[in-house]
């Protein structure tokens, strides 16, 4: 099973590498497969790559989905 994540693109490099940032964690990825990224804007990425942009409010959703199944799986857990 493969997971790609939302991230905002906080800082571009001149080697087509970008650092991103998820939840306080800044992270470098290739902008290899990705035309047109800019400082903002919110890319999907796995392994390192980001796979292309996502629209700002499909990324803050998708992120607060994550965060209300990682609370779930929390509270679970504590209750098991």
Do not use: N, W
Request: hydrophobic fraction near 50%; aromatic fraction near 4%.
């Amino acid at each position: 099973m493969c997971l790609a994540i939302p991230a905002k693109v906080v800082h571009l490099r001149d080697d087509g590498l970008a650092d991103v940032e998820l939840e306080g964690v800044v992270k470098e990825v290739s902008l290899d497969l990705v035309d047109g990224v800019g400082v903002g804007d919110f890319v999907i990425v796995h392994v390192g790559y980001a796979l292309a942009k996502l629209d700002p409010v499909e990324a803050e959703k998708t992120l607060k989905l994550f965060a209300e199944m990682g609370e779930a799986a929390l509270q679970q857990g504590a209750a098991q």
